[in-house]
């Protein structure tokens, strides 16, 4: 429905600078996406995410401290050109509710070639313990969403022929191996059923081909 030529996104449960949209697109120049630092605000504590004020071109050599940055994990704090995600159909995948947000980008990032980061914090990032942040990943989520993540890094493979995808893939593998293991405690109490689930983990093609192909500390 957005008809702007270019497209932000804020959380209900967050709050933006007054001068947010200002400051972003005045930083524009002649980049595909604008990104700002931002605050990560729980009921007892405040995190900044510090950005340096600079525009970079997407290389082999930058590309994963852009990915691994937390600012290019979430679709917040940025403008996005509307024409770039018409035209290559970047939408957010319903099939997951977890993770979704970061595909998002990474796709969007697969189209770009110029970022511009500013170290201006201008978006507040609330965690209220209620929003989708937090819900449970389900199981069957596990291999369907590293499939995505899996698909998207082999992409950047292909575009920077330099790339090496492993070591953002282990991480990404680990994050959400974790995050599963954490959450299996809160859909059962019983035993069984969650030695069950681990061992599902531990036998997916993703933990597999992380253990046989990369060397893990």
Request: charged share 25%; aromatic share 16%; net charge neutral.
């Amino acid at each position: 429905n957005a008809k702007g030529e270019w497209i932000t996104f804020v959380d209900s449960d967050d709050y933006i600078s007054e001068d947010y949209l200002l400051k972003l697109y005045s930083n524009l120049d002649t980049s595909d996406l604008v990104v700002s630092a931002y605050v990560y605000e729980t009921s007892d504590k405040k995190v900044i995410e510090k950005l340096s004020n600079k525009t970079v071109i997407i290389t082999s050599n930058n590309l994963n401290d852009i990915l691994m940055k937390g600012a290019f994990m979430t679709p917040i704090c940025k403008l996005f050109s509307r024409d770039i995600i018409i035209k290559n159909n970047i939408k957010f995948d319903d099939n997951i509710h977890s993770g979704e947000d970061t595909l998002f980008v990474y796709t969007y990032l697969y189209y770009v070639t110029n970022v511009t980061m500013i170290e201006n914090v201008l978006y507040h990032y609330c965690i209220t313990g209620s929003g989708l942040s937090t819900k449970v990943l389900k199981l069957n989520e596990y291999n369907y969403m590293l499939d995505s993540f899996y698909e998207r890094l082999k992409y950047f493979e292909e575009k920077y022929v330099d790339y090496d995808m492993s070591l953002r893939y282990v991480y990404i593998v680990l994050e959400i191996f974790l995050k599963l293991i954490n959450n299996s405690n809160s859909y059962s109490r019983n035993f069984f059923v969650r030695k069950k689930t681990y061992k599902k983990i531990l036998e997916s093609k993703h933990f597999n081909y992380l253990l046989k192909d990369h060397k893990v500390l």
